[in-house]
């Protein structure tokens, strides 16, 4: 499994956590179901959870409410069939599974296998919104598609995206220009990803009440980047969102 360095902030330290499953508690849960929005790393974030769910023997299952890429893995489904599913997982401990779309891509299932999958007592991780490849994105109206039996959403965001225009940067910038009050030209701060990340507008938007809101601040390499990740955290703690993880390739401590 490729490395990521998890990192969160208790007062004025950095720490080190050695799984998303076990600092987010889905290591303890028997079938959580994990949806992750936003933008700057979803499929990074839901691939490693994967492989921390097969490293624990529990056979886990992904999908997706929208879109994601379409690979050639042998452990993607292309079709909604049980059987088949069973199958894969006996043999990898994953399965990804959806149906095929145009560019590419991969849609959701119908509704009706969806609530099979749901069924069948399994962790289940969720690309739960699209971003077209950008480091943040504010949602439409119609977005994220979150389900009701969602233990947890991930919203991710991703640091590259700070010191860059709106412009260059989001996804959905419009929408981003008025949520922001800054026109596209306009920089990415970090008071901006706090702002997105907090709002109900933004990585908020359709969580359900019960469930585990966690922010994921990603690609927070080098000490300009962390510097940016810290001052998010520390805007987050004062909106009363402590449920805050720096990650990436190699994430250096500067304390």
């Known amino acids: 499994m490729k490395r990521m360095d998890i990192r969160y902030k208790k007062g004025k330290e950095w720490h080190r956590a050695g799984s998303l499953l076990e600092i987010t508690g889905a290591a303890y849960m028997d079938a959580p179901v994990i949806s992750v929005v936003g933008a700057g790393g979803k499929t990074t974030t839901i691939w490693r959870m994967a492989e921390e769910f097969v490293m624990r023997n529990k056979p886990v299952i ?4 929208t879109h994601m890429k379409k690979e050639t893995f042998p452990w993607f489904l292309w079709e909604p069939s049980i ?8 043999a990898y401990k994953k399965v990804c599974v959806g149906v095929p779309a145009e560019n590419g ?18 962790p289940v991780l969720i690309e739960a ?3 077209k490849h950008m480091p943040v994105k504010v949602p439409a109206e119609h977005e994220p598609v979150i389900l009701p039996q969602s233990t947890h ?5 991703g640091m590259d995206a700070v010191g860059s225009t709106i412009e260059e940067a989001c996804f959905r910038r419009k929408r981003a220009e008025i949520l922001l009050r800054k026109s596209g030209k306009e920089k990415i701060t970090a008071q901006d990803i706090a702002m997105l990340a ?14 585990g809101y966690w922010v ?5 390499e080098g000490a300009s980047r962390l510097a940016a990740a810290e001052e998010i955290c ?17 994430v250096q401590s500067r304390t």
């Open 105 to 122: 891509k991969i849609q959701s299932v119908p509704k009706e296998f969806l609530g099979e999958i749901l069924k069948l007592g399994r």
């Open 83 to 90: 059987c088949k599913m069973e199958r894969i997982l006996e």
């Open 198 to 211: 907090s709002s109900e507008y933004g990585g908020r938007k359709n969580c359900p009440p019960d469930t």
């Open 129 to 131: 919104d699209g971003a």
């Open 153 to 157: 959403v991930f919203a991710v965001y």
């Open 62 to 65: 992904v999908t997706t409410t």
């Open 216 to 220: 994921i601040l990603n690609k927070a």
């Open 234 to 250: 520390w805007i987050l703690q004062r909106e009363g969102i402590k449920n805050v993880l720096v990650t990436g390739e190699g």
